[in-house]
């Protein structure tokens, strides 16, 4: 994974993903709002991405596509299909959110739920993929996918005009992927995942991807067992550290989102902030720092 298919992915997506805005929450940092993406989550780009270069090469079939998913990525490539006009088939597993479940279905998507966790949920889509001859999606181990989750890094730097740490949250690994591919010399990227689903952490320690358990607050949206293979080896050349929070540093994180900057995030969208506002990482004198806030696919009631 290079600059240049980061690079490539901006110009195929431009006009059908949004250019979220940059909140400026001091002179020092800054927060990259991708909970105001289309289908809540930055996942919309690299759906789109994966859709296009199909589409480009003539190989977007009939079937549509298909998809396995905590929710957001499958709301975001419900979102792509609808958009250009081919249906999709979503599966979940039954951990997730019943604000995305109804979310996909509103988008027209067919949604089976399937499976304790996101990885039987995609071992039975792979499966329904093999029959229909549906275009497959995965949530973040496909090169198109994690290119296209690249182009937030792309937007913060231009947004921003440079900083020099990125702080971003680890499920499966395709957005900090791509955004370590994006801002490769430009600036550092800081991996922050909970406790309970440490995959690149785990990864890193080990010398590969290894599987983990998974639970807690982020379970529905950051609840890959393993690390993406992508993932891994880009983040691993670019020694990029990894930063383990607590379920409470992350419900504290999306209070504080909510209270001093009116952000309506999910627990996996105020999990990068968690690790600044927690102390889990502290920024060094005139460092600065942008944080990717990544989802907002939640239940509004739950803010307060």
């Not at 975001?76 to 039954?94: H, M």
């Not at 951990?95 to 739920?113: F, H, I, M």
């Not at 730097?157 to 440079?162: F, I, M, N, S, V």
């Not at 990029?240 to 540093?249: F, K, M, P, R, Y």
Request: glycine share 12%; aromatic share 4%; net charge neutral.
């Amino acid at each position: 994974m290079r600059i240049g298919d980061v690079e490539r992915a901006a110009e195929r997506i431009a006009g059908h993903a949004r250019r979220t805005p940059v909140l400026e929450v001091s002179p020092r940092l800054f927060l990259k709002l991708e909970t105001v993406q289309h289908a809540g989550s930055f996942k919309v780009r690299g759906g789109f991405n994966r859709a296009l270069a199909a589409r480009e090469a003539g190989a977007l079939p009939e079937a549509g596509l298909i998809a396995a998913s905590g929710g957001n990525h499958g709301l975001a490539v419900a979102y792509a299909a609808r958009s250009l006009g081919v249906r999709a088939e979503i599966f979940v597993p039954t951990v997730s959110n019943p604000v995305k479940v109804a979310g996909l279905r509103t988008l027209g998507a067919e949604v089976t739920q399937t499976g304790a966790i996101y990885t039987e949920a995609y071992e039975a889509s792979v499966k329904r993929a093999a029959e229909t001859g549906a275009l497959e999606i995965h949530a973040y181990d496909q090169a198109d996918v994690v290119a296209g989750q690249g182009t937030v890094g792309l937007e913060v730097l231009e947004q921003t005009g440079g900083v020099d740490t990125i702080l971003v949250a680890v499920g499966g690994g395709g957005l900090i992927a791509g955004i370590t591919a994006a801002v490769a010399g430009r600036a550092r990227v800081v991996a922050v995942e909970p406790e309970l689903i440490p995959t690149l952490n785990r990864a890193l320690a080990s010398g590969g991807p290894v599987r983990v358990e998974v639970s807690g607050v982020g379970a529905d949206a950051l609840g890959a067992s393993r690390i993406g293979r992508i993932a891994y080896e880009v983040t691993s050349a670019a020694g990029v550290e990894s930063l383990l929070v607590t379920d409470d540093a992350i419900i504290e994180a999306r209070r504080e989102l909510w209270r001093s900057c009116r952000v309506a995030a999910e627990p996996a969208g105020a999990a990068a902030f968690a690790a600044l506002h927690s102390g889990v990482y502290v920024p060094a004198p005139g460092e600065r720092v942008a944080v990717v806030v990544c989802g907002a696919n939640t239940d509004p009631a739950t803010l307060a």
